[in-house]
């Protein structure tokens, strides 16, 4: 083939630029048989272009040269086979025009091919791009998921080393007195023995006389001195050496460390997080069933005589608005019996009265009393299946991604998700639910992670 050019740049190439594609070597190599055999048919002719009269292909049928093409049927044709009765009122052509006409049809159809294989190329490309952008956010990642758990396992190392640190100090503390105490005894003791050794020594001097000149010398003031003094009673008494002794016993005990260590270790790792929930405030609505309380952290139906407006279940939203980038809270339920949890996406309406639940761009988890658990996204409301009652719900928003994901956060694990479509600001929404004649009075409760919420013995 040598030096061809492209069918599609117009370039020469070789056969090094075709290796790197599996695909278009075995199309080059499909092209190049063809070719070939092409080339081949064209040696066996006496001459090449122009193709002489004598050169034609012949009717196998009637002997004739098929100078004919019928347009019907798309095949060549002699005269004879024209007045057969196969091709009565069929269109004919001679088989030079018929060809350059169909050469025009081809050429179209090799721009519409070339034009999309351009096309193809393109997005080939850019495809390989997005997998490598891919795999390169994948190790990104990986690297920051390691990062962030050895921030953690660093953390864990810090505390254990510094709890250890406070046990042995304490263990230290409880180890000395007790030696002191023990050395103390040991003394006493020594005495004693040493005592008992010179005594048992003198009993056992035979000679009176010089027992009676060691007692004068030695005995007698020794024995004097362990006599209790100021002694009324007749009957002699000596001074004990066990007195303010007693055994210090191992009543050593490490708090909270020792009964609880995971959950306050735990307790004290969430200071450490970073990002953590972020801090989120209620406005207040002004609704007179509503109680919002003074730090803006939660909001409950206000307590009432009246059982008018039962089925009354006003909402509030958050002062902050989201619009781009990924946030996360967790809100408080408790064991509440009806409320409802999600993200307002038209915050500009004004009026607490014109926006229900039901606003079709809003996404709310709502525990209906009696009913279970539902999610309102898109303007239906679909029941949602909840293995257990949380106390917690961590809502994740991706504002990039226009998703809202319910977690259970006591355990941490996802509840629902969902799409959502407004490309307005979005707000918190939280509805502390119907009334139920006072039993569903509880507050929903933004947390807050922030260092006042520290936990440490
Ligand atoms: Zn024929
Ligand atoms: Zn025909």
């Given amino acids: 083939m040598g030096q061809n050019p492209c069918p599609e740049c117009r370039r020469p ?19 190049r048989q063809h070719l070939t055999k092409q080339q081949a048919q064209m040696d066996t002719s ?9 050169d034609m292909l012949m009717c196998t049928d009637h002997e004739e040269k098929l100078k004919l093409f019928c347009e019907t049927d798309q095949k060549l044709l002699c005269v004879v086979c024209r007045d057969g009765e196969k091709h009565k009122g069929h269109q004919f052509k001679p088989v030079k025009e018929a060809a350059q006409i169909i050469k025009g049809t081809l050429k179209g159809v090799m721009c519409f091919l ?16 997005e997998v490598t952008m891919t795999q390169t956010k994948g190790k990104n990642l990986s690297a920051q998921i390691s990062a962030q758990f050895e921030e953690m396992h660093c953390f864990l190392k810090k505390k254990e080393a510094e709890i250890k640190k406070q046990l042995e100090a304490q263990e230290q503390t409880v180890v000395t007195a ?17 005592l008992e050794c010179i005594f048992q020594s003198a009993l056992d001097i035979n000679q009176p006389d010089l027992f009676l000149q060691w007692w004068n010398e030695n005995g007698f003031r020794r024995i004097e001195a362990m006599k209790i003094k100021n002694n009324e009673n007749s009957h002699i008494k000596y001074e004990t050496r066990l007195e303010g002794l007693n055994v210090i016993s191992n009543s050593f005990f490490f708090g909270p460390y020792e009964t609880h260590l995971p959950f306050f270790v735990c307790k004290a790792m969430l200071r450490a997080v970073k990002p953590v929930p972020e801090l989120l405030s209620i406005k207040d609505p002004g609704d007179s069933y509503l109680k919002v309380s003074p730090g803006g952290s939660s909001v409950r139906q206000a307590d009432r005589q009246s059982n008018y407006y039962k089925d009354y279940n006003p909402g509030v939203v958050s002062e902050q608005t989201f619009q781009s980038g990924q946030h996360y809270w967790e809100i408080e339920v408790g064991n509440k019996l009806d409320w409802s949890i999600g993200i307002k996406t038209d915050v500009k309406i004004s009026s607490k009265k014109k926006w229900k639940k039901s606003d079709s761009k809003d996404v709310y988890l709502n525990l209906i009393d009696g009913q279970g658990y539902t999610l309102s996204s898109n303007g239906k409301e679909v029941s949602v299946e909840v293995k257990r009652k949380p106390s917690k719900i961590g809502l994740y928003l991706d504002c990039d991604r226009k998703q809202v994901s319910f977690y259970d956060a006591d355990i941490m694990t996802l509840i629902v998700v969902t799409q959502y479509k ?3 600001p979005c707000s918190v929404a939280l509805f502390p639910g119907i009334y139920l004649s006072g039993k569903n009075i509880d507050p929903v409760t933004i947390c807050s992670y922030g260092s006042d919420s520290a936990c440490s013995p």
Avoid: F
């Fill in 422 to 424: 407004s490309t307005l």
């Fill in 46 to 54: 006496p001459t090449q272009a122009p193709q002489a009269l004598a």
């Fill in 114 to 129: 070339i034009k999309e294989n351009e096309q193809l190329n393109g997005l080939a490309q850019k495809q390989a791009i």
């Fill in 13 to 31: 190439y070789t056969e090094k630029d075709l290796q790197s594609s599996r695909l278009l070597r075995n199309m080059t190599g499909a092209v």
């Fill in 178 to 194: 007790m030696c002191k105490n023990s050395s103390m005894i040991s003394e006493r003791m020594m005495n004693g023995k040493e």
